[in-house]
């Protein structure tokens, strides 16, 4: 039985995947079996709210229906409401009331973010691939199991009509026919299974297809925090924050000035049991959606110190960029000197590459940084430079230390 604070928007992405499996299951040969009642809804590009409800009950009257949308559900496009709606372990109405209350909490406490139905504009077509491909993933996967357990079968024939070949020398002649129908049916499942095992690599060459827009997207995000005035800001700002902690340094009362900006940003906190100088640490902030500032020469020396200077940062921007494929970061590295003989050749497209201007070094740009940024953006610095981690901080940033994220990159 369903909670009773489980109302039918809370379901809304759970019942919009069941719509675009249902959807993209009929287009298959042989079509994947769905409630005829979903027939109706099948067209309709976004479910109207009056929607949510009938869709509700079709699914919850079709056990079978639900259980194979469970199989299919993944983080990516099925809310963990909707995960356990469909899969219902132990306790799941419990959890399900937990979550209800948290994502309330959440609506009431959170402002309205322009920014995030751009942000779902972008995902939509990078989405709409993904379920294409999941939705063909669990058809091919599911008819492989099938002709699996079909060839099983007729090798289990063939061992036993064998066997009895012996015992049965009157009926050698129907013995060895049945043989050879059920080597060629073994023959034929073992030719299906070679052609879907061909359909499945196509599928997954799309599903790279859909990584392919995934990174699109991460690089649209990029560049559109990247305009022609942000260096001047920067550089500006850095200047100013250098004189405001110069004079910090020297007052004792500076600690609440800290603790002024303490209270307008709030540092990440970590998960139950995960240490804080760890990689599962490391793994968790760079997962969390925060900006993610790098320390450029402070990571790329302790990382190659053998290698010249140009070649340390593009193996850095390499590795960089490999991050932020893997946790969806975004990700800003920040040099000295944009005077450097070959820094123009250094611009990425899923990271922001900034030289510090002249007079400026990278430190004063990172604490310009994570001072400019919005006090509700978490930020994490990447550094081993004592200085840079008491100062950021002190503006409720999180710090990763350069070994700890290297470890983490090259894994």
């Known amino acids: 039985m369903d909670p009773p604070t489980l109302e039918h928007r809370h379901l809304r992405s759970a019942l919009e995947f069941a719509v675009l499996m249902s959807n993209e299951g009929r287009k298959r040969r042989p079509p994947l079996p769905f409630p005829p009642a979903m027939k109706k809804y099948l067209s309709m590009q976004r479910l109207p709210t009056a929607a949510l409800g009938p869709l509700r009950r079709i699914i919850e009257a079709d ?29 799941w109405q419990d959890r399900v009331i937990e979550l209800v209350e948290e994502t309330e909490r959440r609506e009431r406490e959170s ?42 079968l007729r090798r289990a024939e063939v061992t036993e009509l064998e066997s009895s070949n012996a015992e049965l020398r009157t009926e050698l002649i129907e013995a060895r026919n049945e043989t050879r129908h059920a080597n060629d049916r073994a023959t034929a499942a ?47 700002l850095a200047r100013q924050l250098a004189a405001q902690l110069s004079a910090m340094t020297e007052q004792t009362s500076g600690a609440g000035g800290n603790d002024r900006r303490r209270a307008e940003r709030r540092a990440l906190s970590l998960p139950g049991g995960v240490v804080g100088d760890s990689d599962a640490a490391t793994e968790h902030l760079l997962r969390s959606g925060a900006s993610v500032l790098v320390d450029g020469y402070n990571v790329s020396m302790l990382g190659w110190p053998d290698l010249p200077i140009g ?8 590795a960089l960029e490999n991050v932020g494929r893997r946790f969806g970061a975004d990700i800003a590295v920040v040099f000295d000197g944009a005077g450097i003989a070959g820094t123009a050749a250094d611009q990425r497209r899923l990271v ?9 070094t990278a430190d004063d740009v990172i604490r310009a940084e994570v001072a400019r940024l919005p006090a509700a953006r978490p930020v994490v610095v990447v550094t081993d430079d004592a200085e840079i981690v008491r100062d950021v901080r002190a503006m409720g940033a999180n710090t990763v230390a350069s070994g700890r994220f290297l470890a983490t990159a090259r894994r």
């Open 111 to 152: 402002d309205a973010q322009a920014g995030a139905q751009r942000e779902r504009k972008r995902r939509e077509a990078a989405e709409q691939v993904a379920v294409r491909a999941r939705a063909e993933v669990v058809g091919l996967e599911a008819r492989m199991a099938e002709l699996t357990a079909e060839l099983v």
């Open 190 to 236: 073992i030719r299906r299974v070679e052609q879907l095992t061909a359909d499945r690599d196509r599928a997954e060459s799309r599903r790279a297809d859909a990584e392919e827009a995934r990174d699109e997207v991460l690089a649209d995000r990029v560049d559109a925090g990247v305009e022609a005035a942000r260096l001047a800001e920067v550089s500006d």
């Open 352 to 360: 922001r590459v900034v030289f510090s201007a002249e007079g400026v």
């Open 311 to 318: 070649e340390q940062r593009r193996v850095l921007l390499d």
């Open 63 to 91: 056990p079978d229906f639900r259980r194979r949308l469970a199989a299919g559900a993944v983080p990516e496009l099925v809310d963990p409401i909707g995960i356990l709606w469909y899969t219902r372990p132990d306790g």
